[in-house]
C-alpha cells in the first residue's frame, strides 16, 4: 500500500481529485466518459505534468475490451446500465469505451492509502480485484447491493459507516427509533436477527459539507466507525423505510466507507 496515493474511480468533474490533490495525496482518476476525462486531463494540466494526477480514461469492467456505455444527460449517471442513465427523467446515448478490469489498473500504478469507487452500478468491479494480502487502509462505494457491505467485510474490513452524500451526515438506527415502529418493525426484525443478530447503533449529529463531491474520508467521516453487522441493520432499515426520512426515494444516495 503507498500511503501517499488516492484512487478517484469516477472522476466525474474532477472535484473529488482536487480535493486529494488539496491535502498533499498523489491521484489515479479515472474516467470513461471520453468529454469528463478530457475535461479533466486539462483541469489538472499542471498536476499530471507534475506526476501528481494520472487520468486513466477508461470504464472498469470484468476484462479488457469494447462495451456499450450509456451517456446521460446528467453525467452523474454515466453507466453501462442504461436504466441507470436514464433515472430522474434524463435522457441518454450509446458510446463505445474502453475497458480495462481494475486489477490492471492496480498492477500499474499501486494499492493506494485509499480507494473512492462511484461509478453507477459497476462499484463491484473494483471492490472484487482487490488483493486481501495488500489491501487500501480505507474504501469507499456507493450503496447499491448490500452484498458488496458482506463481501467487504469478508475481504478483512471490520469498520464501517454509510454517509449521505446530501449532507455527509452518518446514517444511523437506533434502538429508540425502532421502538417507535414497533410493529411496523416485526418483519424487519425477524429478517435481521436471521442475517445479522445484533442491534442498531445510537443516533449521531449531523456534519455538513459541500455538495457534489464524495467528502472527507477515512477518520474525518463522521461519527464513530461501527461494526458491519450495525451498519447492514441501518442499510435494511432505510430500505424498508422505517428510518424516518422524509422521502427515501429521493435521499437515497449514500456511500458505504470501509476501514481495517
Same mark, same amino acid.
Given at each position: ?5 488516492? @484512487? ?12 486529494? !490533490? ?32 494520472? !487520468? !486513466? ?36 446515448? =450509446? ?20 480507494? &473512492?469507487?462511484?461509478? =453507477? ?6 471492490? =472484487? ?50 421502538? &417507535? ?11 435481521v436477527r436471521r442475517m445479522l443478530g445484533r ?7 449531523? &456534519?455538513?459539507?459541500? @455538495? ?16 458491519? &453487522? ?18 427515501? !426515494? ?11
Amino acid at each position: 500500500m503507498d500511503r501517499d496515493l488516492v @484512487y478517484d474511480v469516477g472522476m466525474h468533474n474532477g472535484d473529488d481529485t482536487a480535493f486529494y !490533490v488539496s491535502q498533499g495525496y498523489r491521484v489515479v482518476a479515472i474516467e470513461a466518459d471520453p468529454a469528463q476525462a478530457e475535461a479533466g486531463r486539462k483541469r489538472f494540466a499542471a498536476e499530471i505534468e507534475k506526476g501528481q494526477v494520472h !487520468v !486513466v480514461e477508461a470504464a472498469i469492467g470484468p476484462s479488457h475490451g469494447q462495451a456499450s456505455f450509456w451517456i446521460s444527460s446528467n453525467p452523474e449517471f454515466n453507466s453501462f446500465d442504461r436504466q441507470n442513465a436514464e433515472m430522474c427523467n434524463n435522457t441518454s446515448h =450509446e458510446i463505445q469505451v474502453t475497458c480495462r478490469p481494475m486489477n490492471d489498473i492496480l498492477a500499474e500504478f499501486g494499492t493506494p492509502y485509499y480507494l &473512492k469507487v462511484d461509478i =453507477e452500478t459497476a462499484d463491484h468491479f473494483c471492490l =472484487e480485484a482487490l488483493d486481501p494480502n495488500d489491501l487500501p487502509q480505507f474504501v469507499s462505494f456507493e450503496k447499491s447491493r448490500l452484498e458488496d457491505l458482506f463481501f467487504m467485510h469478508n475481504l478483512g474490513y471490520s469498520r464501517f459507516k454509510l454517509i449521505a452524500q446530501e449532507d455527509f451526515r452518518q446514517l444511523s438506527y437506533s434502538p429508540d427509533q425502532a421502538n &417507535k415502529w414497533s410493529r411496523n418493525l416485526r418483519p424487519l426484525r425477524s429478517r435481521v436477527r436471521r442475517m445479522l443478530g445484533r442491534r442498531a447503533p445510537e443516533n449521531v449529529a449531523k &456534519k455538513h459539507s459541500a @455538495y457534489g463531491s464524495s467528502g472527507p474520508f477515512g477518520d474525518e467521516t463522521d461519527g464513530p466507525w461501527r461494526q458491519m &453487522k450495525e451498519v447492514a441493520f441501518t442499510w435494511l432499515a432505510f430500505d424498508l423505510g422505517h428510518t424516518g426520512d422524509p422521502d427515501p !426515494v429521493w435521499h437515497d444516495w449514500f456511500d458505504v466507507h470501509c476501514a481495517r
